[in-house]
Every structure is written in structure tokens, then in C-alpha cells.
């Protein structure tokens, strides 16, 4: 009786990387490849990746429509923390990773598969975030990862395999750029990228404009908020997916969300990437803008003091850690009152706040005022800055 072959589910995106690796894993563990392809949002041929999933060896290859998932599930509750690394990155690659993997699992158990595989290098982030999310779920499950294995040395070596085996791949020797697109943000690195002194070329953004490029004429938005979670878009209720679909068309549109970073991975080294990030980049604004009419001061600097600690979480690729689900609680109690309409305006590459209103404003002109009023006595104002300063002037007495 013959042995059944072994069986790899891979994540597969039709990008330099999994293009080969399919051909690769056959050749060295004689296994059968399942092909995963989760649509996020990338807006490509998924039908021609699967396609070519199967022309290039996969026995099985799935497409399978995570969107919704995407946005409501991962995408949100991030931007509910005003998730930043480092100052500038919104983790739009990062946040995408776990629910690959969890879908990857999904479909090693429904076709008793023994391994998962996935095309990250040794060098990224993206083998942790992966391999984290597998082994969270399944702590003895098999994990391939090619690029720790085989002889390439780089991704030119990937190139003259695919061009010797006949497998069309979407870069080029001369454009050997590596790019990640979801419905949350695109991503580029290598080829010139990695002089951190060039300036990205002009024709490789794809989700905006150029600031320089945009309308002259600015347009507005209004952003309707419940519980921290934008649900409307100029008054009308939008589903997660289509209303971060929406926003990525007007902002991009706008010449808003670029970003070139140069950031520090989790192994250690620092990399740069080019982000566009049109509509995730609104979002973020009109969040914080809503927060400071609607959250309390000290919940606010509270909340704010860990969200370093919660951008690393999402970028080292802890998202299914106990201690990432547990500040995920802190967080969505913070922002049971952040219902609201915010007004931003689009211009040139920029996103401003016109305006924010919510029924559950902490914010009371009648104290606030600079006006007269009868419900704030200023003298109170003495006693207070007394007692604060009392341990400043024994310090300064001894």
C-alpha cells in the first residue's frame, strides 16, 4: 500500500515569494500543497492567483473572503487604541498576519493536514506573526518556512528560479519590490528603498496621489461614531469593509496617508517601508478627535501610556497572547461613551479636524467659557496651585 503524501497548507499570495515555494515544497518534502488565499481587500485576480496556484502545482488552492472579518474584528479594535508603532507605522501588515494564519488553521483541521508553510523571511517580522498565531492554536502543529531553509540567498536568486521554471512572478529584476496590499493599507520595500536617502519613486504609490497632484478644492467628511467604532459615512450606515473602502477611495483621492518610516523589527534590525494608508489614516484622526471631546482625562492618559506597549503587541505578532486580549478589555470599556460625528477636512495630503459634536461631550462651555460665568469661582484656582506647589517648596527649602 502506498504512504499518502504529506500535506502543506500554505498561505499563498501570488507574490515572488509563495510563487515559488509551491514548485520548491514539492521538490524537497514530495508533498501535496493546499494553497490558502485569503482576500483582505487587495482588489486582485484572486480567481487568476488561484489559478496559477494550481498551474504551478497546488493540488487544492481556496479563496476565501475575510473582508468583514478583517476590518470589524482586527482593524477596529486596533484603531479603538489609536494604535501607532514607533510614531508613524498604523500596522497595516502586522494587524493582517494573525487572521491569515488563523484562516490557514482553519484549513489544516478541515483537510487533516499535516503542516502549514508561509513565505516570510528569516529576517522579518512576518515568520513570528505567523508561527505565533499557529502554534497559539495548535502548539504541536508542523511549521515549514522555506526561506530559513533553502539555498536562495536573495530575492534576485527568486527571480532566475521563477524565470528557469517558467513561473510568472509580479516584480522584476530591475523593480524587486516587496509589496503588501489589504484593504487597510499597501506596503513597499527593497530594491531602492533600501538607501534610506532615495526617495520612493513617483510611480509606485497606488493607493493615493500625490499631495502636489491633488484637487485644489478640499472636501469634507463626516464620520459617525458608536462605542469607538466609525458606522456611518456623510450619514449614511456603512458596513466595516465598505465604509474603510469608501474613505480609502476619498482620502487617497486627496494625496492622504503616506508614510516612509524607518522602523525597528522584532529581530532586531531596522528596515524602512513605504506605507499608504489613506483611509486608516482618517480614521485615526477622527478617532483621537472624538476621544478628546468624549473620554476622561485620566482614562485617556491612562489608555495613551499603553498604547507602545499594544503596537508592540500587534507587531511582534502576539495578537492571540493572554496579555494582548486583556488590554483589549481596558480598552473597549474606555470607549463605551465614544459615540459621535466628527468633520474632517481633506487637502492636499492632509486631514484636519473641522469639527467634532457627541451627546456624551465631557466638554461644558458654560465652565470652559472665557466669558463671564456663575459656575466657576477662579478664586478656587489658589488654593489648588498652593497645595501642588507645597513639595516644590519643601524641595527647594532643604
Known amino acids: 500500500m502506498t504512504k499518502n503524501k504529506m500535506k502543506v497548507v500554505l498561505a499563498y499570495s501570488g507574490g515572488l515569494d509563495t510563487s515559488i515555494i509551491i514548485k520548491w515544497l514539492i521538490e524537497h518534502y514530495d508533498c501535496e500543497v493546499s494553497a490558502v488565499i485569503i482576500d483582505l481587500g487587495q482588489e486582485e485576480g484572486l480567481e487568476a492567483i488561484k489559478a496559477k496556484a494550481l498551474k504551478t502545482g ?58 502549514v508553510a508561509h513565505g516570510a ?19 504541536d502543529v508542523k511549521v515549514i518556512a522555506p526561506w530559513r531553509e533553502w539555498e536562495f ?30 484593504l487597510f493599507h499597501i506596503s513597499f520595500e527593497g530594491g531602492i528603498l533600501e538607501d534610506p536617502w532615495s526617495e520612493p519613486p513617483k510611480d509606485m504609490f497606488v493607493l493615493s496621489c500625490s499631495p502636489e497632484e491633488a ?7 463626516e464620520i459617525d461614531y458608536e462605542a469607538g467604532n466609525p458606522v456611518a459615512l456623510d450619514g449614511k450606515k456603512l ?28 529581530v532586531g534590525m531596522k528596515s524602512r517601508g513605504i506605507y ?48 494582548r486580549e486583556v ?23 492632509n486631514c484636519t479636524v473641522a469639527g467634532r459634536k457627541s451627546p456624551n461631550s465631557l466638554f461644558k462651555k458654560d465652565i470652559a467659557t472665557f466669558e463671564a460665568d456663575t459656575v466657576y469661582n477662579q478664586k478656587d484656582a489658589e488654593g489648588f496651585i498652593r497645595l501642588n506647589a507645597l513639595r516644590l517648596k519643601l524641595r527647594k527649602t532643604q
Open 153 to 182: 540567498k536573495g530575492r534576485a536568486d527568486l527571480v532566475a528560479y521563477a524565470e528557469k521554471n517558467g513561473i510568472p512572478v509580479p516584480v522584476t529584476k530591475a523593480k524587486p519590490y516587496s509589496s503588501d496590499r489589504n
Open 215 to 221: 484637487p485644489n478644492t478640499p472636501v469634507y467628511v
Open 239 to 266: 458596513s466595516p469593509a465598505n465604509l474603510l473602502a469608501q474613505l480609502n477611495r476619498l482620502a487617497g483621492e486627496h494625496g492622504i496617508g503616506r508614510a516612509d518610516i524607518m522602523e525597528n523589527r522584532f
Open 121 to 139: 523571511t528569516g529576517k522579518g517580522n512576518d515568520q513570528v506573526r505567523f508561527e505565533l498565531t499557529y502554534y497559539s492554536m495548535k502548539p
Open 276 to 323: 499608504e494608508t489613506p483611509g486608516g489614516t482618517v480614521l485615526h484622526v477622527a478617532h483621537k478627535a472624538l476621544e478628546g471631546l468624549t473620554l476622561d482625562r485620566e482614562v485617556m492618559h491612562l489608555r495613551d501610556g499603553l498604547i507602545p506597549r499594544y503596537a508592540e503587541m500587534i507587531y511582534y505578532g502576539f495578537w492571540y497572547a493572554p496579555e
Open 58 to 115: 497546488a493540488k487544492t488552492a481556496h479563496v476565501i473572503d475575510v473582508r468583514e472579518e478583517f476590518v470589524r474584528d482586527f482593524v477596529f479594535p486596533m484603531l479603538r487604541a489609536n494604535t501607532v508603532y514607533e510614531g508613524g507605522y498604523l500596522l497595516g501588515t502586522s494587524i493582517a498576519r494573525p487572521l491569515i494564519a488563523k484562516k490557514q488553521m482553519e484549513v489544516l483541521s478541515q483537510e487533516k493536514a499535516d503542516a
Open 327 to 349: 488590554l483589549q478589555k481596558l480598552i473597549d470599556e474606555s470607549q463605551v461613551n465614544v459615540s459621535g460625528t466628527v468633520r474632517l477636512k481633506l487637502y492636499k495630503g
